[in-house]
């Protein structure tokens, strides 16, 4: 680790009167969480349809006997704990520096962690609820189940409570990302390979408060193609790296 720039970004970071995170699956591989992207992803296992057709709405519609048997053998990992880059947050969060953590994660180990605004873009493996009733079912109402999981009250198909390859993002949420982007003096990016859209387009709303001074600092393994606006670019594991800014 360049010992030097983690020392002036330290610095700046505990000046900031507005930092804000914006993070993917990277955060997750040290937890044993597998991203899309990184070299060990999803997305170099050899399946025969691909993660984006397994993991939208219109898989869920026409053959959800495949979308949950897919979904629970890869998205649920009740094992996960939080790693140093999760807790490395919290923490900045609790002496005040940090305003918010803007995730595309859906695995919930921020809020594990400590974290208390998170911002859920994609939503969360730990909320699901009944296509036809709309009612919210158990936590577990997946795991637990083999096949397509059944409301207890209607029979309808439960799903979970994410956002799926062809659906829209929650606008709330949406949102108060924008506005905490927006807001940002410090924009500091971690293991996101920066892009799945609209998620990683909030990343130029910051863009066009450069001019205010806000700093944006990018921490993956793989290039981004925000890259070339930030003022640090640094390629060593989230993990390690978080908990050296505090
Ligand atoms: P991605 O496209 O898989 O990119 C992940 C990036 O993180 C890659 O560029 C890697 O090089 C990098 N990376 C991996 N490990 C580390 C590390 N330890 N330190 C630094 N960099 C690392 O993932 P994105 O989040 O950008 O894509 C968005 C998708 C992935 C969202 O829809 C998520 O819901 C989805 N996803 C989430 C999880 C989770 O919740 N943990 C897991 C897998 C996929």
Known sequence: MNE??????R??????EHAVFFGGA???????IPDFRGSAGLYTESEEESPEYLLSDSCLLREPARFFDYYRRNMLHPEARPN???YALAELEKRGILKAVVTQNIDGLHQMAGSRRVLELHGSTARNYC???GSPAERDAISSTSGIPRCETCGGTIRP??????????AD????????????????VGGSSLTVNPAASLITRMGRRRGGGCSLVIVN??????DEYADAVIRESVAEVLPALL
């Open 131 to 133: 296509m036809k009733c």
């Open 4 to 9: 030097t720039l983690i020392r002036t970004l």
């Open 173 to 188: 949420v949406f949102t108060a990302a924008r506005e905490e982007i927006e807001q940002a003096d410090f924009l500091l």
């Open 161 to 170: 409570d994410v956002v799926l390859y062809g659906e829209f993002l929650p």
């Open 84 to 86: 140093p880059a999760h």
């Open 221 to 226: 393994f793989d290039e981004t193609p925000y």
């Open 11 to 16: 610095e700046k970071l505990a000046q900031s």
């Open 26 to 32: 990277g955060m997750s591989t040290a937890s044993g």
